[in-house]
Structures are given as C-alpha cells and as structure tokens.
C-alpha cells in the first residue's frame, strides 16, 4: 500500500496537506511547522523531514491502542497517524480529517477510522506499507 502526503499550506505555526491511497483522495494531514534544513528540530513543533517511510501499526504506549508508526524517521521517535485538529494535537505526528480549514482539519476521528481499516487490511495480507511525503 503507498500513502502520499502532499504539503500544500506551510504556515510558521501550522502544515497542511493532502493525503492519498495507492493514488487516490483519502483526507486531509495537518502537522507541526516545517523547518528549513538548516534550522534545528524542535520537539514537539517541527514536522518530520520530506521523505520515503515504511509504515507498521504497533501498540501506542501514549494512546493506550494500536496505532499507525512510521519507522527510522531520522531525529524524531514514535512519530504515529492518528486523530486531531490542530497544531496543540500533535507533537510531530501526522493528524488527518475530512475537512480542510484555514488552521485546522475537521472530521478527525472519521477520517482516521477510514484510513486505520485500510492499514490494517493492507498488514493482514502482508502487503508493505510506505508513506511519501512531497510539497
């Protein structure tokens, strides 16, 4: 299975994006601001680099319940997919929903269930999955 998330709205405080299954529309991505290459990753306020991950679906410590992990992001840990709406929800994780506004998404939890029944019949029969995040 190939996720593609597409950042499309690079504010200081906020990102947004689009994210697509195997190339078709799936919801909306909100995460932390983006840093230039040159500045330092801030904890909890920065978005993971651009890039190619391979996703698993682990148990969360945090949420209590399995959850969407992407692996070997160089300089972040335990960066989940999981629900939100805005930038006080996340701390480098990737939050999606249905709906798009100006700083925030909607939808959240309809919009993670969708795509978490997705992930996980896609690890039931073996299929590898990778998320590549683009601007």
Do not use: W
């Not at 299954?21 to 306020?45: I, N, Q």
């Not at 209590?64 to 989940?80: C, D, H, M, T």
């Not at 994780?93 to 939808?107: A, D, F, N, T």
């Amino acid at each position: 299975m190939n996720l593609t998330l597409t950042r499309d709205q690079l504010d200081d405080d906020v990102t947004i994006g689009r994210l697509q299954v195997d190339g078709a529309a799936e919801c909306f991505t909100l995460e932390d601001s983006v840093r230039p290459d040159d500045e330092p990753k801030v904890y909890g306020e920065t978005a993971i680099p651009y890039g190619a991950y391979a996703v698993d679906i682990t148990m969360s410590p945090r949420f209590k319940r399995p959850l969407p992990l992407l692996l070997n992001v160089a300089g972040f840990g335990g960066v989940r997919i999981h629900p939100g709406n805005d930038a006080g929800d996340t701390e480098g994780c990737i939050l999606v929903g249905q709906v798009r506004e100006q700083k925030r998404i909607g939808k959240s939890q309809l919009a993670f269930d969708a795509l978490f029944a997705k992930l996980e019949a896609a690890k039931r029969r073996g299929e590898r999955i990778t998320l590549v995040i683009t601007s």
